[in-house]
Protein backbone atom coordinates (compact mmCIF):
# COMPACT_ATOMS: atom_id res chain seq x y z
CA UNK A 1 0.00 0.00 0.00
CA UNK A 2 0.94 3.04 -0.87
CA UNK A 3 1.66 6.54 0.81
CA UNK A 4 -1.33 7.12 3.14
CA UNK A 5 -1.68 10.90 2.21
CA UNK A 6 -1.45 10.50 -1.56
CA UNK A 7 -4.86 11.21 -2.86
CA UNK A 8 -7.14 8.90 -4.50
CA UNK A 9 -9.91 8.97 -7.43
CA UNK A 10 -13.24 7.69 -6.92
CA UNK A 11 -12.23 4.81 -8.84
CA UNK A 12 -9.32 4.50 -7.15
CA UNK A 13 -11.16 4.37 -3.66
CA UNK A 14 -13.75 1.95 -5.35
CA UNK A 15 -10.68 -0.60 -6.20
CA UNK A 16 -9.26 -0.22 -2.84
CA UNK A 17 -13.37 -1.38 -1.06
CA UNK A 18 -13.92 -3.98 -3.59
CA UNK A 19 -10.53 -5.45 -3.49
CA UNK A 20 -10.22 -5.55 0.45
CA UNK A 21 -13.44 -7.07 0.66
CA UNK A 22 -13.09 -9.73 -1.53
CA UNK A 23 -10.26 -10.57 0.77
CA UNK A 24 -12.44 -11.31 3.66
CA UNK A 25 -14.81 -14.00 2.26
CA UNK A 26 -14.84 -17.17 4.89
CA UNK A 27 -11.89 -19.79 4.03
CA UNK A 28 -14.02 -22.89 3.15
CA UNK A 29 -11.30 -25.05 3.30
CA UNK A 30 -11.63 -25.42 7.09
CA UNK A 31 -15.07 -27.17 6.24
CA UNK A 32 -13.87 -29.75 4.21
CA UNK A 33 -11.87 -31.05 7.51
CA UNK A 34 -15.26 -31.94 9.79
CA UNK A 35 -16.87 -33.14 6.37
CA UNK A 36 -14.20 -35.90 5.40
CA UNK A 37 -13.38 -36.61 9.24
CA UNK A 38 -17.38 -37.00 10.25
CA UNK A 39 -17.86 -38.66 7.00
CA UNK A 40 -15.17 -41.30 6.87
CA UNK A 41 -16.05 -41.96 10.54
CA UNK A 42 -19.78 -42.58 10.70
CA UNK A 43 -19.51 -44.02 6.63
CA UNK A 44 -16.97 -46.97 8.74
CA UNK A 45 -19.40 -47.01 12.14
CA UNK A 46 -22.80 -47.67 9.45
CA UNK A 47 -21.31 -50.02 7.26
CA UNK A 48 -19.72 -51.68 10.27
CA UNK A 49 -22.77 -51.93 12.34
CA UNK A 50 -24.41 -53.04 8.81
CA UNK A 51 -22.40 -55.78 7.55
CA UNK A 52 -21.93 -57.07 11.41
CA UNK A 53 -25.75 -57.31 11.70
CA UNK A 54 -26.15 -58.65 8.24
CA UNK A 55 -23.53 -61.62 8.41
CA UNK A 56 -22.46 -62.02 12.04
CA UNK A 57 -23.96 -63.35 15.41
CA UNK A 58 -22.29 -60.16 17.17
CA UNK A 59 -24.71 -59.19 20.10
CA UNK A 60 -23.92 -55.74 20.07
CA UNK A 61 -23.32 -54.27 16.60
CA UNK A 62 -24.08 -51.01 17.49
CA UNK A 63 -20.88 -51.21 19.95
CA UNK A 64 -19.51 -49.65 16.52
CA UNK A 65 -21.33 -46.44 17.51
CA UNK A 66 -18.50 -46.04 20.51
CA UNK A 67 -15.74 -44.72 17.88
CA UNK A 68 -17.62 -40.99 17.95
CA UNK A 69 -16.59 -40.28 21.31
CA UNK A 70 -13.03 -40.09 20.41
CA UNK A 71 -14.25 -38.62 17.44
CA UNK A 72 -15.92 -35.50 19.17
CA UNK A 73 -12.77 -35.45 21.10
CA UNK A 74 -10.55 -35.43 17.89
CA UNK A 75 -12.69 -32.50 16.23
CA UNK A 76 -12.68 -30.57 19.29
CA UNK A 77 -9.32 -30.59 19.45
CA UNK A 78 -8.66 -30.09 15.73
CA UNK A 79 -11.07 -26.77 16.17
CA UNK A 80 -9.29 -25.95 19.04
CA UNK A 81 -5.98 -25.71 17.39
CA UNK A 82 -7.32 -23.87 14.13
CA UNK A 83 -8.81 -21.36 16.58
CA UNK A 84 -5.67 -20.90 17.68
CA UNK A 85 -3.56 -20.59 14.48
CA UNK A 86 -6.50 -18.01 12.76
CA UNK A 87 -5.51 -14.77 12.12
CA UNK A 88 -8.98 -13.69 11.71
CA UNK A 89 -13.02 -14.21 12.63
CA UNK A 90 -14.75 -14.19 9.80
CA UNK A 91 -18.95 -13.70 10.42
CA UNK A 92 -19.67 -16.29 8.21
CA UNK A 93 -17.14 -18.66 9.71
CA UNK A 94 -18.57 -18.14 13.33
CA UNK A 95 -21.90 -18.92 11.61
CA UNK A 96 -20.51 -21.68 10.35
CA UNK A 97 -19.33 -23.18 13.95
CA UNK A 98 -22.73 -22.18 15.69
CA UNK A 99 -25.10 -23.87 13.23
CA UNK A 100 -22.57 -27.03 13.70
CA UNK A 101 -22.51 -26.18 17.42
CA UNK A 102 -25.99 -26.29 17.26
CA UNK A 103 -26.36 -29.74 15.74
CA UNK A 104 -24.22 -31.49 18.07
CA UNK A 105 -26.19 -30.21 20.88
CA UNK A 106 -29.41 -31.10 19.27
CA UNK A 107 -28.16 -34.65 18.46
CA UNK A 108 -27.05 -35.08 21.91
CA UNK A 109 -30.17 -33.91 23.07
CA UNK A 110 -32.06 -36.38 20.81
CA UNK A 111 -29.46 -39.39 21.87
CA UNK A 112 -30.36 -38.65 25.47
CA UNK A 113 -34.36 -38.74 24.27
CA UNK A 114 -33.68 -41.49 22.47
CA UNK A 115 -31.57 -43.62 24.98
CA UNK A 116 -33.61 -46.64 25.06
CA UNK A 117 -34.24 -47.38 21.55
CA UNK A 118 -30.88 -46.03 19.98
CA UNK A 119 -31.63 -48.68 16.90
CA UNK A 120 -34.43 -46.17 15.92
CA UNK A 121 -32.66 -42.83 15.96
CA UNK A 122 -30.93 -42.98 12.53
CA UNK A 123 -33.72 -41.24 10.54
CA UNK A 124 -34.13 -38.71 13.02
CA UNK A 125 -29.79 -38.05 13.23
CA UNK A 126 -29.89 -37.43 9.05
CA UNK A 127 -33.32 -34.86 9.37
CA UNK A 128 -31.25 -33.34 11.98
CA UNK A 129 -27.96 -33.39 9.83
CA UNK A 130 -30.00 -32.18 6.54
CA UNK A 131 -30.44 -28.78 8.35
CA UNK A 132 -26.52 -27.94 9.16
CA UNK A 133 -25.24 -29.33 6.03
CA UNK A 134 -28.03 -27.30 3.60
CA UNK A 135 -27.38 -23.95 5.36
CA UNK A 136 -23.47 -24.74 5.43
CA UNK A 137 -23.64 -25.21 1.66
CA UNK A 138 -25.70 -21.98 1.17
CA UNK A 139 -23.19 -20.11 3.70
CA UNK A 140 -19.89 -21.52 1.23
CA UNK A 141 -21.83 -21.06 -1.57
CA UNK A 142 -21.17 -24.46 -2.89
CA UNK A 143 -24.09 -26.61 -4.48
CA UNK A 144 -22.50 -29.91 -3.73
CA UNK A 145 -23.36 -29.06 0.01
CA UNK A 146 -26.85 -28.36 -0.25
CA UNK A 147 -27.54 -31.01 -2.65
CA UNK A 148 -26.11 -32.82 -0.12
CA UNK A 149 -28.20 -31.99 2.78
CA UNK A 150 -31.40 -32.41 0.50
CA UNK A 151 -29.69 -36.42 -0.07
CA UNK A 152 -29.81 -36.09 3.99
CA UNK A 153 -33.86 -35.53 4.15
CA UNK A 154 -34.50 -38.40 1.33
CA UNK A 155 -33.01 -40.90 3.13
CA UNK A 156 -34.11 -39.70 6.13
CA UNK A 157 -37.47 -40.50 4.59
CA UNK A 158 -36.07 -43.32 2.50
CA UNK A 159 -34.95 -45.18 5.47
CA UNK A 160 -38.04 -44.25 7.73
CA UNK A 161 -39.82 -46.02 5.23
CA UNK A 162 -38.11 -48.73 4.61
CA UNK A 163 -37.33 -50.13 8.06
CA UNK A 164 -34.98 -50.04 11.04
CA UNK A 165 -33.23 -53.32 8.84
CA UNK A 166 -32.11 -50.55 6.64
CA UNK A 167 -31.11 -47.57 8.65
CA UNK A 168 -27.25 -48.04 8.88
CA UNK A 169 -27.17 -48.74 5.13
CA UNK A 170 -29.07 -45.82 4.72
CA UNK A 171 -26.94 -43.59 6.60
CA UNK A 172 -23.51 -45.26 5.17
CA UNK A 173 -24.97 -43.76 1.59
CA UNK A 174 -25.99 -40.57 3.36
CA UNK A 175 -22.95 -40.29 4.48
CA UNK A 176 -21.22 -40.51 1.02
CA UNK A 177 -23.82 -38.27 -0.46
CA UNK A 178 -24.03 -35.47 1.90
CA UNK A 179 -20.46 -35.22 3.66
CA UNK A 180 -17.35 -37.50 1.64
CA UNK A 181 -18.37 -36.31 -2.25
CA UNK A 182 -19.01 -32.50 -1.05
CA UNK A 183 -16.01 -33.00 1.10
CA UNK A 184 -13.94 -34.03 -1.71
CA UNK A 185 -14.92 -32.00 -4.20
CA UNK A 186 -14.20 -29.13 -1.54
CA UNK A 187 -11.05 -29.86 -1.43
CA UNK A 188 -10.13 -30.25 -4.91
CA UNK A 189 -11.83 -27.06 -6.19
CA UNK A 190 -9.64 -25.39 -8.43
CA UNK A 191 -9.50 -22.03 -7.17
CA UNK A 192 -8.56 -23.63 -3.52
CA UNK A 193 -7.08 -20.36 -1.44
CA UNK A 194 -10.39 -18.43 -1.19
CA UNK A 195 -13.97 -18.67 -2.21
CA UNK B 1 -8.56 13.79 -12.85
CA UNK B 2 -11.93 14.32 -10.11
CA UNK B 3 -10.82 15.01 -6.41
CA UNK B 4 -12.58 14.16 -3.67
CA UNK B 5 -11.46 16.66 -0.05
CA UNK B 6 -14.66 16.59 0.64
CA UNK B 7 -14.78 12.90 1.23
CA UNK B 8 -14.23 11.92 4.78
CA UNK B 9 -10.38 12.66 5.43
CA UNK B 10 -9.95 9.46 7.72
CA UNK B 11 -10.98 7.27 4.94
CA UNK B 12 -9.94 9.18 2.56
CA UNK B 13 -6.51 8.02 1.95
CA UNK B 14 -5.01 4.36 0.80
CA UNK B 15 -4.10 2.47 3.56
CA UNK B 16 -6.71 3.46 6.32
CA UNK B 17 -9.27 2.95 3.58
CA UNK B 18 -7.98 -0.51 2.64
CA UNK B 19 -7.92 -1.46 6.72
CA UNK B 20 -11.39 0.27 7.10
CA UNK B 21 -12.93 -1.93 4.13
CA UNK B 22 -10.87 -5.12 5.13
CA UNK B 23 -12.60 -5.03 9.18
CA UNK B 24 -16.40 -4.14 7.74
CA UNK B 25 -16.53 -8.18 6.26
CA UNK B 26 -15.21 -9.86 9.26
CA UNK B 27 -15.53 -9.89 12.91
CA UNK B 28 -11.71 -9.09 14.24
CA UNK B 29 -8.33 -9.32 12.38
CA UNK B 30 -5.00 -9.67 13.58
CA UNK B 31 -2.60 -7.06 12.79
CA UNK B 32 0.00 -9.05 11.33
CA UNK B 33 -3.35 -10.89 8.80
CA UNK B 34 -4.25 -6.89 7.51
CA UNK B 35 -0.17 -6.37 6.77
CA UNK B 36 -0.88 -9.38 4.95
CA UNK B 37 -3.74 -8.13 3.03
CA UNK B 38 -2.74 -4.47 2.56
CA UNK B 39 0.61 -4.81 1.71
CA UNK B 40 1.81 -2.07 3.94
CA UNK B 41 5.08 -1.86 6.16
CA UNK B 42 4.58 -2.41 9.85
CA UNK B 43 5.48 0.83 11.11
CA UNK B 44 3.21 2.68 8.33
CA UNK B 45 -0.06 0.37 9.37
CA UNK B 46 0.78 0.85 12.67
CA UNK B 47 0.27 4.81 12.16
CA UNK B 48 -2.91 4.27 10.30
CA UNK B 49 -4.47 1.78 12.64
CA UNK B 50 -3.71 4.51 15.44
CA UNK B 51 -5.50 7.41 13.48
CA UNK B 52 -8.36 4.77 12.61
CA UNK B 53 -8.29 4.14 16.58
CA UNK B 54 -7.98 7.85 17.50
CA UNK B 55 -10.79 8.69 15.74
CA UNK B 56 -13.14 5.72 16.68
CA UNK B 57 -13.47 3.92 13.79
CA UNK B 58 -11.75 0.98 15.06
CA UNK B 59 -11.01 -0.99 18.17
CA UNK B 60 -7.71 -2.24 19.04
CA UNK B 61 -7.03 -5.43 21.32
CA UNK B 62 -3.87 -6.42 22.77
CA UNK B 63 -3.31 -10.08 24.01
CA UNK B 64 -0.64 -12.37 24.63
CA UNK B 65 -1.11 -15.53 22.25
CA UNK B 66 1.69 -18.51 22.86
CA UNK B 67 4.04 -15.83 25.03
CA UNK B 68 3.85 -13.55 21.77
CA UNK B 69 1.52 -9.96 22.05
CA UNK B 70 -1.00 -10.15 19.33
CA UNK B 71 -3.11 -6.97 18.29
CA UNK B 72 -6.17 -7.60 17.28
CA UNK B 73 -8.58 -5.09 15.28
CA UNK B 74 -12.24 -5.17 14.60
CA UNK B 75 -14.40 -2.19 13.70
CA UNK B 76 -16.47 0.02 15.80
CA UNK B 77 -20.54 0.94 15.19
CA UNK B 78 -19.33 4.42 14.28
CA UNK B 79 -16.58 3.11 11.72
CA UNK B 80 -19.39 0.97 10.38
CA UNK B 81 -21.37 3.95 10.03
CA UNK B 82 -18.85 6.51 8.54
CA UNK B 83 -17.69 3.26 6.24
CA UNK B 84 -21.33 3.43 5.00
CA UNK B 85 -21.55 7.01 4.36
CA UNK B 86 -18.35 7.12 2.24
CA UNK B 87 -19.11 4.76 0.22
CA UNK B 88 -22.41 6.75 0.06
CA UNK B 89 -20.51 9.77 -0.63
CA UNK B 90 -18.54 8.29 -3.67
CA UNK B 91 -21.58 7.36 -5.41
CA UNK B 92 -22.81 10.28 -5.26
CA UNK B 93 -19.37 11.64 -6.86
CA UNK B 94 -19.15 9.00 -9.14
CA UNK B 95 -23.27 9.09 -10.75
CA UNK B 96 -22.99 9.90 -14.03
CA UNK B 97 -25.53 13.34 -13.47
CA UNK B 98 -22.62 14.88 -10.76
CA UNK B 99 -19.89 14.04 -13.00
CA UNK B 100 -21.77 15.77 -15.84
CA UNK B 101 -21.87 18.91 -13.74
Redesign the interface.
Request: charged share 20%; aromatic share 14%; proline share 3%.
Given at each position: MENEEKMMTGEESLRIITEMINKTKFDIRQGSFYLLFWGWLIFVCSLSDYLLQKFTDIAHPYYVWFLIIPGVFVSMFYGFKTGQKAKVRTYAGTLYMWIWMGFLIAATVLFIIQSKRMDLVSPYILLLAGLPTFISGFIIKFRPLILGGICFWILALGIYFAGPSFYSLGTAIAMLAGYLIPGYMLKNRVDHDKV | ?????E?DPIL???????VI??L???????F??IR?????TAG??S??ITKLKEAGYIEVTKKF??NYPQTLCSITKLGKQKFTEY?ND?KD??SPKQNAK
Amino acid sequence: MENEEKMMTGEESLRIITEMINKTKFDIRQGSFYLLFWGWLIFVCSLSDYLLQKFTDIAHPYYVWFLIIPGVFVSMFYGFKTGQKAKVRTYAGTLYMWIWMGFLIAATVLFIIQSKRMDLVSPYILLLAGLPTFISGFIIKFRPLILGGICFWILALGIYFAGPSFYSLGTAIAMLAGYLIPGYMLKNRVDHDKV
Amino acid sequence: MTRFKELDPILHSQLRLAVISLLVGIEMAEFTYIREQTGATAGNLSIQITKLKEAGYIEVTKKFKNNYPQTLCSITKLGKQKFTEYVNDLKDYLSPKQNAK
